[in-house]
């Protein structure tokens, strides 16, 4: 079975700082990874995924996350965070093969505060 | 262009009732999923349809929970004798044809209910 965890719950950081939002996971063969972003009272918005190749993605509003099959992580980053950046995030993942390819699963998720 | 649209955008009903949420994928997606978003949860997948393969009802909760999708577009969630534990955001997410795991999905707003 694949499993997500967000480690933090929340995640505080001051406006222009670099922020990081952590993600583990374990699935028994190779993943697709995934980051969802969720604004109040909307759905969520996809943000980046890692399929394969350059362990380094770059994503939507300059977020990037990086890919350590080492340390089965995933983390969220940001050089420099926004007031705007301020929601829920969520880590996903999917497994490549196998009967359940197309199911995510998701974090509990992580809720960032920039704070000005 | 539209996106995924679900309604209502907020039910609140008694508990025992039966409620209906209805979502209308992006249009030409194939794939329709629905998902459970409760308090300081993260989502919890409920079912998920693919053209016209027999859904994957795996994540439904209960036998009190059923969807149809029609035509293959507009689906229906629908739970019989709600139960307080009921409460919660139901989120449903399309993907386009051809869709590999690697697909991002695309989320409606979802539809927050409350049950009294």
């Known amino acids: 079975a694949q499993s997500v965890a967000q480690p933090e719950d929340q995640v505080n950081v001051a406006e222009g700082n670099p922020l990081t939002v952590k993600c583990t996971y374990s699935?028994?063969?190779?993943?697709?990874l995934f980051w969802y972003v969720q604004y109040p009272n909307r759905g969520l918005q996809f943000l980046l995924k890692?399929?394969?190749?350059?362990?380094l993605v770059k994503g939507s509003y300059g977020f990037e996350a990086e890919f350590n099959k080492s340390q089965t992580s995933f983390h969220l980053k940001k050089p420099s965070a926004l007031v705007s950046d301020s929601a829920l995030y969520f880590c996903?993942?999917?497994?490549?093969?196998?009967?359940?390819?197309?199911?995510?699963?998701f974090g509990k998720g992580t809720k960032l505060s920039v704070i000005p | 262009g539209a996106g995924v649209s679900q309604s209502p955008s907020n039910k609140v009903t008694e508990k025992g009732k039966d409620v209906e949420l209805r979502c209308d994928p992006i249009?030409?997606?194939?794939?329709l999923y629905w998902y459970r978003q409760s308090l300081g949860q993260g989502l919890e997948f409920l079912i998920y349809?693919?053209?016209?393969?027999?859904?994957?009802k795996s994540g439904l909760p209960s036998d009190r929970f059923s969807a149809e999708r029609t035509g293959g577009s507009v689906s229906t969630l629908t739970i019989q004798r709600t139960q307080q534990e009921d409460s919660a955001v139901y989120l449903c997410?399309?993907?386009?044809?051809?869709?590999?795991?690697?697909?991002?999905?695309?989320f409606g707003d979802g539809t927050r209910l409350s049950i009294l």
């Open positions: 890692y399929i394969t190749g350059d362990n």
């Open positions: 997410a399309s993907s386009p044809p051809g869709t590999g795991p690697n697909q991002p999905q695309h």
């Open positions: 996903a993942v999917r497994e490549r093969q196998g009967a359940g390819s197309y199911q995510l699963t």
């Open positions: 249009s030409g997606h194939t794939a």
């Open positions: 699935v028994s063969g190779n993943p697709y």
């Open positions: 349809f693919q053209g016209n393969s027999a859904p994957d």
